[in-house]
């Protein structure tokens, strides 16, 4: 019982906004469905992305927005650009001591250095909230913009794996990456990232 009560105090005290230069990072609500599944509902960011089906539907937006504001092991961040949703940017923690970043963007956000100010909010946001000495990210080995992103943000690759992307139906080689917290501290001059409560 103990350890419910503080995981809830330690989730009810975590910010739920978090501010970079250009982007805020906050928790998506059902008021986001209709734009979520715009961006998403694109072949080119569900066969870069594990988890997104595709066609992406309203129906699927309302499942995940519903999922992400249930207590669990991830932290999920909707990117916006001056008030209007440009992506999607998160921690999963659902197995231990193996803390994942992922991301993604609307095409038309692509190339504007979004992805890779989101990041550095998203990875900021788990080092200063969490005690975990890494994280992990992915990127498919056909995907270089992903995997440049990743190189900006302090992580290094550490070999290729087989994952399974939904919306391919089939797995395909992924180039991982691992950001240790040291070289996050060294690295951390990059942020003007600040939290909002």
């Known amino acids: 019982m103990l350890q419910d009560f503080s995981s809830v105090t330690l989730r009810e005290a975590r910010p739920s906004v978090v501010a970079t230069e250009r982007l805020t990072l906050r928790r998506p609500t059902l008021a986001d469905v209709r734009t979520i599944a715009h961006l998403a509902n694109d072949r080119r960011v569900a066969e870069n992305t594990r988890r997104l089906p595709h066609p992406y539907s309203q129906d699927d937006a ?4 519903r999922a992400t504001a249930a207590l669990g092991s991830e932290t999920v ?3 916006e650009h001056d008030s209007g949703p440009v992506g999607m940017v998160g921690i999963d923690r659902s197995t231990p001591d193996n803390a994942e970043l992922g991301y993604w963007l609307g095409v038309e956000h692509w190339g504007r ?3 890779t100010e989101a990041a550095r909010g998203a990875i900021d946001f788990f080092f200063e909230e969490f005690e975990d000495d890494h994280l992990y ?5 056909t995907n270089p913009a992903s995997r440049n992103v990743l190189e ?3 992580f290094q690759w550490s070999g290729v794996q087989l994952h399974r992307f939904l919306a391919l139906g089939s797995s395909t080689p992924v180039d991982c990456f691992r950001l240790s917290r040291g070289v996050w501290s060294s690295l951390k001059s990059w942020s003007s990232a600040r939290r909002m409560r």
Request: glycine share 16%; hydrophobic share 60%; net charge positive.
């Open 62 to 65: 309302v499942e995940f927005v």
């Open 77 to 79: 961040f909707l990117i």
């Open 137 to 141: 990210a992915g990127a498919r080995v």
């Open 152 to 154: 900006k943000c302090g």
């Open 113 to 115: 250095g979004f992805a």
